[in-house]
């Protein structure tokens, strides 16, 4: 996937109604600066306890681990979903994304008998396959909600991981101008077409 490709993504699929008809320069813009306010820096959590924060975390992880480029961990998506938790969804939708991650753990308990952090990858992989094949059902029916906590997560976790120095530089290998990531640095385009 190029950065064209992420861009378009990004704007067609939007995670979150606050962010419905935002063009995708602009939710780039966004999340890079929610990146520079909080991200991989931020030292307290606003929304997530310790045990939803490592929940979520690794279920971030899952979705883009690390290969030969870092993984959401080292990204700090979590700390990402953190604050958009806080400051940009509504209190419904901060309760049915929190239900959605609570309900992870509820899956690996019926399935293996232990939380979703404490089962092994092979069980992780799993529960988070099982929600995958539900969202999977719900789209071939046409009949995806809004608030599905896997396609929430799935979209937070992309968003904020291209949104991040790593998966700017390292991922997309986007051209850094001035020679530096600047997460809340004004977009411009220099050439039609070309970010």
């Known amino acids: 996937m190029d950065r064209r490709e992420v861009l378009q993504w990004i704007g067609g699929a939007f995670g979150l109604p606050a962010l419905a008809g935002i063009t995708p320069d602009r939710l780039l813009a966004a999340g890079r600066a929610l990146h520079d306010r909080g991200g991989a820096s931020q030292q307290t959590r606003l929304v997530l306890d310790e045990h939803q924060d490592h929940t979520l975390a690794t279920i971030?992880?899952?979705?883009?681990p690390e290969t030969d480029t870092p993984g959401a961990r080292a990204a700090g998506v979590s700390e990402f979903i953190d604050l958009l938790l806080a400051e940009w969804c509504d209190d419904d939708e901060r309760v049915q994304f929190l239900r959605g991650l609570a309900d992870v753990d509820t899956r690996?308990?019926?399935?293996?008998?232990?939380?979703?952090?404490?089962?092994s990858e092979p069980?992780?992989?799993?529960?988070l396959s099982g929600l995958?094949?539900?969202?999977?059902?719900?789209?071939?029916a046409d009949a995806i909600p809004d608030n599905h906590f896997f396609d929430r997560m799935k979209w937070f976790t992309l968003y904020g991981y291209y949104t991040s120095e790593i998966g700017q530089t390292e991922e997309l290998q986007a051209s850094i101008i001035p020679g530096r990531y600047d997460a809340c640095g004004p977009l411009r385009r220099d050439t039609p077409g070309e970010w």
């Open 108 to 119: 690996s308990l019926n399935l293996f008998g232990t939380v979703f952090v404490q089962a």
């Open 123 to 127: 069980q992780q992989i799993a529960v």
């Open 60 to 64: 971030a992880d899952h979705i883009i």
């Open 132 to 140: 995958d094949a539900e969202l999977s059902a719900l789209r071939e």
